[in-house]
């Protein structure tokens, strides 16, 4: 597997957030949160349960918006760009709870999203399913011959997503987000709740979009193991601010970044993460 590629010098983030805050009532989900995503990197967001990771995600994507702070795409300023805009500038994204429609074929739920691209939102899509039926044509050979054949749903283009395995469901949605065309792809813990074989897979499949498609992808992952092997760059997130970023060697040797993982109650599992992902990139380098 292809792992940490380096670098050449540092251009203008793809993606730029800076300074920015979300507050849901009395809570702050997020507090000054800055970081950059460089063209063509891996970018992860970790951090412990209730940390902020799914609120960012959602400010970044445009579901909500920041109460302070600013985001840049492509060096324009999308801060009050609605969710549906952002899309078609090319912010595509998969959510953790999956999002498909589940009584829909693979292919339609992936047409679902090459239609958001081109028309408004997935949900619009629905609605004008008829037209999409006469866009049909045209985009079939996109469709199949790019997306399908590459995420390798070819036998299951027709099937009921609601009859696919958890693991098979979570890569249609990676396809019907690859459908948009995205210059990000943002991926809501890719791999969570899937077996080994699935989530070496995934990996795969990451890495294999940013090498084949030339797609940036920010992701949102708890499996320590996978951010590390495919990361260039991570995000630590805790109680809403950015505690650690950096290379995964660099976060992983970062001491709030062990405590932050102490406090969560989950330190055992993490630990040990943390240093399979260690042992791994160093199997890797
Ligand atoms: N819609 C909401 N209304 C009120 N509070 C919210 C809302 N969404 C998130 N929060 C709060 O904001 C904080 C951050 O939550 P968030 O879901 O973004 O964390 P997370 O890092 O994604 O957690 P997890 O790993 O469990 O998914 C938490 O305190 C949470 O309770």
């Known amino acids: ?35 950059g995503v460089q063209p063509g990197s891996i970018t992860a967001v970790i951090g ?32 009050r760009i609605p969710a549906p805009r952002r899309a078609r500038m090319g912010l595509g994204r998969s959510f953790q709870n999956i999002a ?12 679902l999203g090459r239609h958001a691209h081109l028309k408004a939102n997935v949900f619009d899509a629905l609605f004008y399913l008829g037209r999409a039926r ?13 997306i399908i054949d590459f995420l390798e749903i070819d036998h299951i283009r027709h099937a009921p997503v609601s009859a696919l395995s958890y693991g098979l469901q979570k890569r249609v ?23 080994r074989e699935e989530t070496e897979d995934m990996a795969r499949f990451i890495l294999d979009v940013r090498a084949e498609w030339g797609v940036t992808v920010l992701m949102v992952e708890h499996d320590m193991g996978m951010v590390m ?7 630590v997130l805790n109680f809403g601010q950015v505690i650690a970023q950096g290379t995964p060697a660099v976060v992983q040797a ?27 990139a160093q199997g890797a380098a």
């Open 1 to 35: 597997m292809e792992t940490n590629q380096p670098r050449g010098p540092a251009t203008a983030p793809l993606l730029q957030v800076d300074g920015v805050t979300l507050t849901f009532g009395g809570v702050k989900a997020l507090s000054g949160v800055g970081f």
């Open 134 to 146: 006469r866009e049909e044509a045209e985009l079939r050979r996109d469709i199949e011959e790019r």
């Open 48 to 79: 412990p349960n209730g940390a902020g990771k799914t609120s960012l995600f959602n400010t970044i994507s445009g579901f909500y918006r920041p109460t302070g702070g600013s985001i840049r795409f492509k060096g324009e300023d999308i801060t």
């Open 173 to 195: 949605e990676m396809a019907r987000a690859l459908a948009m065309q995205p210059e990000i792809l943002m991926l809501d813990e890719p791999v969570a709740g899937m077996n």
């Open 100 to 111: 498909l429609f589940r009584g829909m074929t693979v292919l339609d739920n992936i047409k």
């Open 229 to 235: 092997d495919l990361s260039d760059h991570v995000v």
């Open 254 to 280: 970062d001491p709030e970044v062990n405590r932050a993982y102490l406090g969560s109650g989950n330190v055992g599992d993490l630990r040990r993460k943390l240093q399979a992902g260690a042992t791994s």
